[in-house]
């Protein structure tokens, strides 16, 4: 009878502790969610959907090695517009979203990691442009297209400079050739991949007016310790050479 009791105890302990590690194990799993925003991560169909093992980019490679060494699972996916997702990393517990500029405003909306990657902002004109700029304030006298939702866009509306945004990026290269704009206000070297992607090279820059470093963003309610785990791999990746290893197999 005390035989048959303590295995029947056993039995039980067991359940307890494999029901304890897939709760472990699924809080330590996070819904990362990103964008096409080449180099840094894009769908390899081209498409505005992808999961898992059909993205790639910089940033994907980046943060596939750091969550692989942090010990950390997750599921990947790829999806349109940008504000979708970034609201969805602000409001849901286990999202986050990359990459995604660091800046004082979004400080307190979530906790980061990174940097993985600099992303300087520019004003893009035609190759046979005449323009030549030393400010926003002279770039605001002509028609500037720029990227809904994303934080160059912002940081022009907060500068009170008007511009035209467009829900693809690359849609403001097409513009920019077709003469319906005058500048395109991108990312470095976002733009340019992205022009090169619809066959357009030779662009200009007439105005570099700010720079951004590019992380991932975890739901403000991400354990800290798992944060630090993170941080700590995406360290050692930079210490290890690692980082400018995968970007070189891009730029």
Known sequence: MFKRLLMLLGSTLMVLVGTARAEVSQSESLVLLTENFPPYNMATNGKNFAQDENIN?????????????????????????????????????????????????????????????????????????????????????????????????????????????????????????????????????AGRYLAKQEGIGGLKTVLRFDSAELYLALNHETADDLVARLQAALDGMRAEGVIDEIQGRYL
Request: charged share 25%; proline share 5%.
């Open 57 to 189: 980019g910089i940033a994907v490679e980046i943060v596939r090695e750091m969550f692989k060494r942090a010990g950390v699972g997750y599921n990947l996916t790829l999806r349109f517009p940008w504000d979708r997702i970034y609201n969805l990393a602000l409001e849901k517990p286990g999202y986050g979203v990359f990459v995604t500029a660091r800046l004082p405003e979004r400080e307190a909306l979530f906790k980061w990691v990174g940097p993985i990657g600099p992303d300087d902002w520019v004003m893009l004109a035609k190759g046979d442009s005449p323009l030549r700029l030393e400010s926003l304030e002279q770039a605001a006298k002509y028609r500037i297209g720029a990227y809904k939702g994303d934080a160059i866009s912002q940081y022009l509306s907060d500068k009170g400079i008007e511009h035209s945004a467009s829900l693809r990026d690359q849609e403001n290269a097409r513009k920019l050739m077709a003469g319906q704009i005058d500048l395109w206000a991108t990312g470095d070297p």
